[in-house]
């Protein structure tokens, strides 16, 4: 059975870092590449970031922008997310993701180019 394991969250003042980890387990499975959605209390799932691994090419949802940096081994079904300069609209349970092996680049953005979730961490951005 594929898993999806977040690991890194926790709670961070105004202002500090966090780093997230994602690492897939289970049988070998296809994908294009891995990204993180976040979904805060009351709120719609957001698109973060993505790494495609042709290419090695990434996205970033515009709340992340210039914060936020995903880094990818392929070769390790591992996914990285460092987040800084942390804030309060952060806060959110946060979603590690596998994109299928037929998303095309202006799917990344969406929840349906992803078919394995993880279960989720909690970041809690708070003074």
């Known amino acids: 059975q594929v898993q999806l394991v977040e690991s890194g969250g926790g709670l961070v003042q105004p202002g500090g870092s966090l780093s997230l980890s994602c690492v897939v387990s289970?049988?070998?499975?296809?994908?294009?590449?891995m990204g993180w959605f976040r979904q805060a209390p009351g709120k719609e799932r957001e698109f973060v970031a993505v790494?495609?691994?042709?290419?090695?090419?990434?996205l970033y949802g515009d709340s992340v922008k210039g914060r936020f940096t995903i880094s990818g081994e392929r070769n390790k079904n591992a996914v990285t997310l460092q987040m800084n300069n942390l804030n309060p609209d952060d806060t959110a349970i946060y979603y590690c993701a596998a994109a299928k092996a037929t998303t095309i680049w202006s799917e990344y953005v969406r929840e349906r180019g992803y078919d394995k979730w993880g279960q989720g961490t909690q970041v809690t951005v708070s003074s």
């Open positions: 289970g049988p070998t499975f296809s994908m294009s590449g």
């Open positions: 790494i495609r691994w042709r290419g090695r090419n990434t």
